[in-house]
């Protein structure tokens, strides 16, 4: 990769991230699917590193995946992220954190349409009030989850157990750095390094000891796109993005994928288990094992040292227990299935041709 | 092996590295003008066989450039050579001249 060339291009998409007192929304995929990555991310900005993150049981969904599904219009997001500023304001907070991508770039369209069209902000102030009297004011500051984790990526660097190299051959790690579409693409501007080569996670895996690997579809998207996976008969359009991304980063043999979108971990992750039980084929460099795909706070959390089943690592598809191996984790392989206080939660069917552990 | 309703969609990347490029080389000797398409369509949309077949010239010149000679060959094959895509170029391209250079170059096939 040409770093010189790329540091020009991250010099012009620089963010202000604030420091503290911050107003958190969750993700509902990530809540559902891995629950563990938004625990570890709050447990890591309050408890490590001591600042104010406020997460207020009142908030919802916004909306995004009813209206890039086509099912409700953009005014309804509108207000129900207007809502949201509304308890950030009661709480008295002015930085906004948003930990789904897709979430980030509505919010982030929905500023920039307010911001153009003052007319469609002030309909939204009339339907908030009427469907709820609240009123509500903007933030100053919006940000992503991997935003948060890019700014604090020094500290948790400095607090690093098992930083990303290879225990056994001591190289840096190979990591295959995934950006969710809505993070950049639609205002470059908004991001940590722009569209084209976004910092936000190139950066992190840097300040943890890996290295960015620079493949030839590194910014296709995952396949995802809603309803292309929503609508069975469009499924198989989801599952080829993911296999072209596949195919074209198997030559560099990476060692872990770090994505910033819960849609893009969730697919990138189960579609390993598709493509092997459809056409016999695994990724990963350890044969019959995947390549695992983890958000920034979860790797941001493993690198600290957290435990892998606290994390809820074995809520992904893909086993990590090779990447844990090359790190040099401490983990207990019978804790693996069982829950809080050792509760049984029963070990999964084993796939015919991924392995799981 | 599961079948869950859908699959992966076989590529359309071409590569061009594995294709034999001596053919559509010659043409380009023979006939420049090959060279100069800006796929415009122009030639397809005033074809008077592309009613009833599936002769589209500006297809037939990507294609013997990518390497799917077969395909373009049926096409080309359609032609009745009445010449109205050599009167609508906008590139000037005689391709009445080029479709029976093709011909004649990829009959060696």
Known sequence: ?357 | MIDFGYGISPSSAINLDKFDRTMFEELAREEPDVLKCMACGSCAASCPTAGHSDMNLRKVILLLGRGREDEALRMVSHCMLCGKCLIVCPRGINTRHLILSVTKIYQKK
């Open chain 1, 1 to 357: 990769m040409n770093y010189e060339g790329k540091k020009r291009i991250w010099s012009e998409f620089q963010k202000e991230i604030p420091d503290d007192r911050y107003f958190y929304a969750r993700s509902c995929i990530r809540q559902n699917f891995n629950p563990g990555a938004e625990q570890a991310f709050l447990d890591i900005v309050r408890n490590r590193f001591g600042k104010d993150f406020y997460e207020d049981p009142l908030h919802t969904t916004c909306g995004g995946i009813a209206y890039h599904s086509d099912t409700t219009p953009e005014e309804t997001s509108m207000t129900i992220i207007a809502r949201q500023f509304s308890l950030m304001n009661q709480a008295g907070y002015r930085n906004f954190v948003v930990s789904c991508v897709t979430s980030f770039g509505l919010h982030t369209e929905i500023l920039q349409t307010w911001e153009e069209h003052p007319e469609i902000e002030a309909k939204i102030h009339e339907l908030l009030w009427k469907a709820c009297k609240r009123e509500f004011t903007k933030p100053d500051f919006l940000m992503h989850s991997s935003d948060m984790m890019y700014h604090y990526r020094f500290l948790i660097s400095e607090q690093a157990r098992y930083p990303l190299i290879n225990v056994h051959t001591g190289e840096p790690l190979k990591v295959v750095e995934h950006i969710g579409c809505h993070y950049s693409k639609i205002f470059p501007s908004k991001s940590v390094g722009g569209a084209e080569y976004p910092r936000v996670l190139a950066g992190l895996v840097e300040a943890l000891g890996g290295s960015v690997v620079d493949y030839p579809e590194r910014r296709h998207c995952c396949g995802f796109g809603f309803r292309q996976y929503l609508v069975k008969a469009n499924r198989g359009y989801s599952l080829t993005n993911t296999y072209k991304k596949f195919e074209s980063m198997e030559p560099f043999h990476p060692d872990l994928i770090i994505t910033n979108c819960p849609g893009c971990n969730y697919f990138l992750d189960r579609w390993q288990y598709v493509i092997a039980e459809t056409s016999g084929k695994t990724y990963g460099d350890t044969p019959g094992y995947g390549i695992p795909v983890l958000s920034s706070e979860e790797v941001s959390a493993l690198v600290m040292g957290y435990d892998p089943w606290d994390l809820g690592l074995q809520m992904h598809q893909v086993a990590v227990e090779p990447l844990l191996d090359k790190m040099g984790v401490q983990y207990d392989k019978s804790r693996k299935y069982k829950g809080v206080g050792g509760k049984d939660l029963g070990i999964p069917a084993s796939p015919a041709n991924i392995r799981i552990f």
